[in-house]
């Protein structure tokens, strides 16, 4: 039995767990779901981290899962993933915000026909130039549904945000919450695993407490207004090199974001 000291990521991992403990006791995912989920990305991991790819006997003495498991789980890696329509309608709104053709004369985003007309670019069109793999119809749907767009009376549609924030609890917000997550851990995991001498991702945070209510709001007041800038910049700089880089087999990928995590002081009781 090992007397040496123990792990700190064993300690750590349940609290990082523990969020996504509540978001599946809130949605109803049971034991059976979470270790199934756990299984695949045990799986996952022991077969990226090796070179070669590992055989079967190999995965299962890296996760502890018995080898049927592991033939199992292999097996299923070949099914296709689900279309999300969360990124498809999050990219158009960020042409749709951005680029230069889709500008009135106040550089807002203009009212859209469904299709081009007497030279003035259309939704249709709009979702083509973004290169994403579903119909403009789907994605139309999708922004109306979360209430992101309106069609006005003279059958055109008017962008109502210039951000993709899905309704609470919908599928969208669902893919939104995964790839966000998925992203800032892969990020976070890099910079824990990475050698002493390798490059690390960028991955700060502030932290302050024994503050009142009134510098809490205070705060994620400044900091919304500041974050929401900065990825606007970013966004507009990014679908500008996106359209540069476009007429090549590119397939390098970005992501930065930002997250705001208030904690109010709770009510003293007279």
């Keep these: 039995m090992s007397t040496g000291p123990k792990d700190p990521f064993e300690a750590a991992l349940a609290d990082l767990l523990i969020p996504l403990a509540q978001a599946m006791v809130a949605r109803g995912v049971t034991i059976g779901t979470a270790t199934e989920a756990l299984k695949k990305a045990l799986v996952a991991a022991a077969v990226d981290a090796s070179d070669p790819p590992p055989n079967d006997s190999r995965v299962s003495a890296l996760t502890g899962l018995h080898r049927k ?32 053709e889709y500008q009135d004369k106040s550089n807002q985003p203009r009212d859209l026909p469904r299709k081009s007309n007497a030279g003035q670019p259309g939704f249709d ?12 119809g789907t994605v139309l749907q999708t922004l109306l549904d979360q209430k992101l767009v309106v069609k006005q009376e ?24 995964r790839a966000t997550l998925s992203a800032h851990l892969a990020a976070a995991t890099h910079n824990l695993l990475a050698d002493d001498n390798a490059p690390r991702h960028f991955d700060r945070a502030v932290r302050y407490s024994h503050l009142t209510a009134e510098s809490v709001e205070e705060l994620r007041d400044i900091s919304a207004e500041k974050a929401q800038v900065l990825l606007q910049d970013i966004n507009a700089k990014a679908r500008q090199l996106q359209d540069r880089d476009q007429d090549g087999n590119q397939n390098g990928r970005f ?13 003293k009781k007279g």
Excluded: H
Aim: with cysteine.
């Design 125 to 136: 069109e709009l979702v083509k130039q973004t290169r994403i793999d579903m119909a403009p």
């Design 154 to 177: 003279n059958g055109t549609y008017r962008l109502l945000t210039q951000a993709f924030v899905p309704t609470a609890g919908s599928a969208e917000q669902v893919a939104a919450y």
């Design 69 to 100: 498991d592991v033939k199992r789980l292999r097996a299923e890696e070949a099914q296709v993933p689900e279309k999300r329509s969360c990124s498809a309608a999050a990219l158009v709104i960020s042409y749709w915000a951005t680029a230069p």
């Design 255 to 267: 992501v930065v974001g930002a997250y705001i995590l208030p904690k109010l002081p709770p009510n």
